[in-house]
């Protein structure tokens, strides 16, 4: 869906646009797939300002909101390197916001969290939810699942299938 790998079967449209035929990467889209790969020796707002820099379209308090949003401090000048796993989970979610996109498509995005980043990352997704937003996840957690979704579908063998 996010343009990277082009489906073996089927066919991806993205606000009616052929992922893959149409447009190569979809617009609009913030996504978090396995880990987030970030500068090590650099802080987490660093790393963020150099992403923001690509499209230039992402100012300063943005990112700033964003790692605030997550439960970063942007203020910290520890390089990501030396983040714990829930803290380099966070950066990777802030990044995927921070351009503020309609579609969001979010890997295990509790991994590595403790129960106050489970519960910080659920506020934040009800509240993107409740904002338009169209949030995919895939997730192992029975709780994550009954809490965030609307529609539940599950992949087995390659089938996918509605649950609810």
């Given amino acids: 869906m996010c343009g990277f790998v082009p489906p073996t079967e089927g066919d991806v449209f993205v606000w009616n646009k052929h992922v893959g035929r149409d447009v190569d990467f979809p617009d609009s889209l913030g996504f978090v797939i396995e880990s987030p790969g970030f500068l090590p020796m650099d802080s987490g707002l660093k790393n963020l300002k150099y992403l923001a820099s690509i499209k230039q379209g992402i100012g300063a308090d943005r990112i700033w909101e964003c790692m605030e949003l997550v439960g970063l ?13 829930g803290m380099r989970q966070r950066l990777g979610i802030a990044q995927a916001i921070m351009e503020n996109p309609e579609i969001l498509i979010l890997d295990e995005p509790m991994n590595g969290l403790d129960n106050h980043g489970v519960e910080d990352i659920r506020s934040l997704l009800l509240g993107l939810k409740k904002e338009g937003k169209t949030i995919i996840i895939a997730s192992h957690s029975a709780e994550d699942i009954d809490i965030l979704c609307d529609a539940v579908y599950e ?6 299938r509605l649950v609810r």
């Fill in 73 to 85: 401090d942007p203020n910290s000048r520890k390089p990501v390197g030396k983040y714990s796993l």
């Fill in 155 to 160: 992949m087995d063998a390659g089938m996918i």
